[in-house]
C-alpha cells in the first residue's frame, strides 16, 4: 500500500471531511487532495503529526507503512474507535500575508507560516490567526480587543453588520482590523476607540474574513 493510499484509508475511517482534515493540518482542502491521490510527494512533519492525531492513526505507518496502523490497545476484543476532533489548527500570519490573502490563487502556499494555533472553532473555510498591534480596537468601556491579542479570521464567515472584521483598503499593502458597521445603506468600519477615525468601506476595500475567536495570552 502506497502512501497516498495508507492516507485515504485513515481519512476515511476517521469519518472526517476534507476541509475538517485541512483545518486540522493547517493546510488548503486541495493539499488534503494531493495527498490523497498521491500528487504530492511532500508532507511536512508538523502536517503529517496533525494528521495522525486527527484520524487516530500512527505517524509512522502513515508515513512509511511498518508498525502497528493504529495505537489501539493490545486487546483483541477491544477495536479502535476514531475520537471527534474538537481542536483545529490555524496559521498566525503577519498583517501584510493577510493583506495579500484576497489576491493569493493558493490560501496556504509552501512556507506560508512557521506559527500555529488550536482553536475549537471549525471554520468555514480557510482561516487564520493574527497578532493585533496598535490600539485602535482597545476600548475603554464595553467590546475592547487589545494589543497582542491573537484573533482568528475566517474568511468564508458572514460579514454582517456588527461584526468585527478584516479588511483590506486599497492604499494600504496591509490589513486593518475594525467593527463593520450598516448606517444608511452605507458601510463603514469602525474602531473601538474612539480616538480613531471611522472609515468609509469604499469600493476599493476589501473584506478578507469574520473575527470568529480572540485568544489573549499573558
Keep these: 500500500m502506497d ?22 493540518c493547517g493546510v488548503a482542502n486541495s493539499a488534503v487532495t494531493q495527498w490523497i491521490s498521491g500528487e504530492s510527494k511532500s508532507l511536512r512533519p508538523e502536517n503529517l503529526y496533525a494528521l495522525a492525531k486527527a484520524t487516530g492513526y500512527r505517524a509512522e505507518w502513515l508515513a512509511i507503512g511498518e508498525g502497528a496502523e493504529t495505537s489501539a490497545p493490545e486487546d483483541a476484543n477491544v477495536a479502535h474507535t476514531a475520537q471527534p476532533n474538537m481542536a483545529y489548527r490555524y496559521p498566525v500570519i503577519s498583517w501584510v500575508a493577510a493583506g495579500a490573502w484576497a489576491e493569493a490563487v ?5 512556507g506560508f ?14 482561516a487564520f490567526w493574527l497578532e493585533v ?30 461584526k468585527l472584521v478584516v479588511a483590506k483598503l486599497g492604499d494600504s499593502n496591509e490589513a486593518t482590523f475594525k467593527k463593520l458597521v450598516d448606517d444608511g445603506g452605507r458601510r463603514f468600519l469602525k474602531p473601538l476607540n474612539p480616538a480613531y477615525p471611522i472609515e468609509v468601506v469604499a469600493d476599493d476595500c476589501r473584506i478578507i474574513g469574520v473575527v470568529v475567536r480572540a485568544l489573549m495570552k499573558f
Design 133 to 162: 498591534k496598535g490600539d485602535s480596537m482597545t476600548s475603554s468601556v464595553g467590546q475592547s480587543v487589545p494589543e497582542g491579542t491573537l484573533i482568528l479570521v475566517d474568511t468564508e464567515a458572514d460579514a454582517q453588520s456588527g
Design 106 to 110: 493558493e490560501p496556504y502556499p509552501p
Design 3 to 24: 502512501r497516498h493510499e495508507r492516507i485515504a484509508k485513515a481519512i476515511a475511517a476517521s469519518g472526517m471531511k476534507k476541509g475538517e482534515i485541512a483545518a486540522a
Design 113 to 126: 507560516s512557521d506559527r500555529y494555533e488550536m482553536s475549537e472553532y471549525d471554520s468555514k473555510g480557510p
